[in-house]
């Protein structure tokens, strides 16, 4: 990379835009090259959005101008940047389930082409850079990977000059990430530029030649990655010392320690995409953290499901301090000191278009109605929803764009504090959690795991469902895989290494 | 047999068009549950322009414009103030209900003259098929031609496909460039359109006088002929037929005394749509996904 003959592909100068009051970029400078790999990192509502979406044409900024090619550029709507050269894999993705994956590419193609001329084109561009598509299915039957390789697809048949790709990362297996990085590597070498929008570290100092940081709508800074290490880039990002987090401390082992022990727990598979829970057995002691690792899709769900009550089996497949609770309701569960965190903080862990005090009431439903007077138990005193709620947003750190909004207005990071910190609000004894941090900035990742780590030094046993093998190893005491439905023996953590872990989770 | 299936041929004409404006508009998400009330403004416009103009292609042309007009009150509504689109859509009803009982109220009493009937050269002499088939008027031959236009308008075509697109996920659509709010728009314009002409065929064709609520509940009829097609043009077009021909069967059944009471068929059509609406969900269980998945859902521009 000669960064003499490299050129400059897009100059933004002091883009700025607001949102009524709130500024979501504050006069942004970057400066992209031909055949760059450049990474724009930030946490979740730094900005990134807000200023790719001005690159393609979706928001118009107030003030600042873009040079492509040198020359200044005004983009009324996504179709003048694709026919500048400008392509975006959006986060998201922006398919359509019930179309066809030719006809998903034929109306983003602004040039007008045939059933069979687009077909073949689809298919040279896939063998060409190694993207595998197949044009006839229908997008809804495609997985996660499938659909952004059809993206990809979409955007390199407009032999885009310019790639931007939002957090493409956050929903592919190890093995499409390397599949992802060859094919922006070589893509880049045909001299295509790409905005890689991350916050992953690794993954910006492994693909990326510069990264420009934002932070709170502003750049922070923008630094070759060859010589910065991935701490000083978090620090950049966070704005403060990343803190390590606090170790916690051990209980003194008792012989009456053992909180939940599940045993021989079945569950047969509710669909087709379901996974059958095989004869899971464990056991987890107060003062502990049991670390669940595993891929996607192995039977997390249905597993979380099974210990929250969602699902119901056997009285004795699950006992919580002798008490069989394997075929109880999830209310009553909650009332003997169990909460449960899952994994989809929108629509599962909170009513997206409630308050968030209302989806504390929700529950705290159990204690309203069982430990008050018959009056209480029909009518409720939001008065006091309200008043746990904002216990909850100051002890956990969460941020709230104004007072009492609806759990759909927070930011992914803030809502997951606020569903974290709402289970443990209710004091209980055992808490099951499943996928924490997914999605969730270094900031507010980091919160949540100490606030895991001290609730285990307080006594309380803690269920770690997740995908993170970093996460698993810096929080548990112990570790099971799961694997197709089946769980591997406990160990301790002492006796086990990352790549044990890594290959149990392969085991199919 | 003859003029009893050229009954039911006629009868389905006023549900298929309304049927087929419908399909379009929610194919791009939006659900106008006001078929009702643009069918009814359609046929006191179509009824009042021929007393005004003495020809009942005029009522063809002003149904229609009132369709669309009355379509974009919905619109204003559902589309740019996003408002519940159930509530709407039911509001624009019993909007259009009171409003053509005033604007018909002169009307009444007087009659019109039918569209004239046209008789396609060579096919109308085939016999049996020839009389049932090919001797209609204008407009049940254009609403033949517009169900199966719209049938491959929306498969083959760019811009059906676009349609399809931004009912399935308007955010996506909105993403890569489609206007979203005025593609839907046109679409709704469209149901409009076709509901309006469906009203005025009533009156064109069918019973040549006004009297308030002359439509009769065709315009339910028609918004579940289009969940019974389950968004399928040539199933509506199937739909449309054996819906008419339970209309029919009421009268018969009156006239020739059948033992069961006329409740029990006018209930026939919801009941269809009722099994229809179960295989579909049972369909759609096994990940084949008819309903558009933004139906019913506010567009709202996320900035």
Redesign the interface.
């Known amino acids: 990379m000669d960064k003499k003959n490299s050129k400059t592909l897009l100059k933004a100068s002091g883009l700025t835009k607001k949102?009524g009051s709130f500024v979501a970029n504050d006069s942004i400078n970057i400066e992209i090259k031909k055949g760059e790999i450049h990474a724009l990192l930030g946490e979740n509502g730094a900005g990134k959005s807000t200023l790719v979406k001005m690159f393609y044409?979706?928001?118009a900024p107030d003030e600042g101008n873009i040079k492509f090619n040198n020359k200044i550029i005004n983009l009324l709507?996504?179709?003048f940047a694709?026919a500048m050269g400008i392509g975006m894999v959006?986060q998201h993705?922006?398919?359509?389930?019930?179309?066809s994956v030719s006809?998903?590419i034929?109306?983003?193609l602004d040039e007008?082409l045939t059933k069979k001329q687009l077909e073949k084109s689809i298919i040279n561009t896939s063998k060409k850079w190694g993207l595998k598509v197949s044009p006839s299915k229908k997008v809804?039957?495609l997985s996660v990977g499938e659909q952004q390789r059809v993206e990809i697809v979409r955007c390199l048949l407009q032999k885009p000059k310019l790639l931007i790709m939002d957090e493409p990362t956050s929903v592919l297996s190890p093995q499409e990430i390397v599949n992802l990085f060859k094919v922006l590597k070589n893509l880049s070498k045909s001299g295509c530029s790409i905005l890689y929008i991350s916050h992953k570290l690794h993954e910006i100092k492994e693909i990326a030649s510069k990264v420009t940081i934002l932070k709170s709508a502003k750049v922070v800074d923008t630094m070759e990655t060859k010589n910065v290490s991935t701490n000083i880039l978090a620090e950049k990002m966070v704005g403060k010392k990343i803190i390590r987090l606090k170790a916690k401390k051990n209980l003194k082992k008792l012989k009456s320690n053992l909180a939940l022990s599940v045993n021989n727990l079945y569950r047969f598979k509710k669909?087709q995409f379901g996974v059958t829970l095989n004869n899971i057995n464990f056991t987890i002691d107060y003062g502990q953290v049991l670390g669940i690792a595993g891929i996607a899709g192995n039977g997390q769900v249905e597993l979380m499901e099974a210990l929250s009550g969602e699902t119901l089996g056997k009285k004795e497949e699950i006992i919580f301090e002798n008490k069989s609770i394997g075929n109880s309701k999830i209310e009553y569960r909650r009332q003997l000191g169990i909460e449960f965190v899952p994994e989809e903080r929108n629509n599962h862990a909170t009513v997206p278009d409630l308050k968030l005090h209302e989806n504390t009431f929700l529950t705290f439903f159990g204690y309203h109605i069982f430990n008050k007077s018959f009056f209480n138990k029909i009518f409720t005193n939001p008065k006091l929803s309200i008043q746990a709620s904002k216990q909850i947003e100051k002890k956990n750190d969460v941020r709230c764009p104004y007072d009492n909004p609806l759990a759909k207005q927070l930011s992914g990071g803030n809502l997951q504090k606020f569903v974290i910190g709402r289970a443990f609000q209710a004091n209980p004894k055992l808490v099951i959690i499943s996928q924490p941090t997914w999605g969730v900035d270094i900031g507010a990742a980091n919160i949540i795991r100490q606030k895991i780590l001290n609730l285990a030094s307080m006594g309380k046993a803690i269920i770690l469902i997740s995908q993170d093998l970093d996460e698993i190893f810096e929080l548990s005491d112990s570790i099971g895989v799961i694997s197709n439905g089946n769980l591997s023996k406990i160990k301790n953590k002492k006796n086990m290494t990352p790549t044990q872990v890594g290959l149990l989770m392969g085991v199919s | 047999m003859e003029s009893l299936l050229i009954t039911i041929l006629v009868t389905s004409v006023p549900i298929l068009l309304a049927g087929t404006g419908e399909l379009i508009a929610e194919k791009s998400g939006v659900l106008n549950l006001g078929v009702e009330g643009m069918m009814l403004t359609g046929a006191v416009a179509a009824l009042g322009s021929v007393l005004i103009f003495g020809n009942p292609l005029a009522g063809i042309f002003f149904g229609a414009l009132a369709g669309i007009l009355i379509s974009l009150i919905f619109s204003f509504f559902t589309i740019f103030l996003m408002t519940n689109q159930v509530a709407t859509g039911l509001g624009l009803t019993i909007f259009a209900t009171g409003l053509t009982g005033l604007i018909g109220e002169p009307f009444v009493g007087k009659t019109i003259s039918s569209l004239p009937k046209i008789e396609i050269i060579f096919l109308s002499d085939i016999p049996f098929l020839g009389s049932i088939f090919f001797k209609h008027d204008i407009l049940f031959y254009l609403s033949i031609l517009l169900i199966i236009a719209v049938h491959f308008f929306l498969i083959k075509s760019r811009y059906g496909i676009i349609i399809r697109a931004v009912g399935d996920n308007h955010d996506s659509a909105h993403s890569i460039g489609y206007p979203v709010k005025i593609i839907r728009l046109l679409c709704v314009g469209f149901g409009g359109m076709c509901a309006g002409m469906g009203g005025a065929y009533i009156p064109l064709v069918l019973t040549p006088h006004w009297s308030e609520g002359m439509t009769a509940g065709k315009g339910w009829i028609a918004l579940a002929l289009v969940v019974f097609a389950s968004w399928l043009p040539f199933r509506l077009l199937l739909g449309a037929l054996i819906f008419g021909g339970i209309t029919i069967l009421q009268f018969v059944g009156q006239a020739r005394g059948w033992p069961f009471p006329s409740q029990f068929l006018n209930m026939l059509p919801y009941l269809v749509t009722i099994i229809a609406l179960s295989i579909i969900s049972i369909k759609t269980r096994s990940g084949n996904t008819l309903v558009p998945s933004s139906l019913g859902k506010p567009f709202l521009e996320n900035n």
Request: proline share 8%; aromatic share 16%.
């Open positions: 949102f044409g979706l928001l709507n996504p179709k694709r959006f993705f922006s398919l359509f389930p019930a179309l006809e998903n034929l109306i983003s007008k809804a039957e669909n």
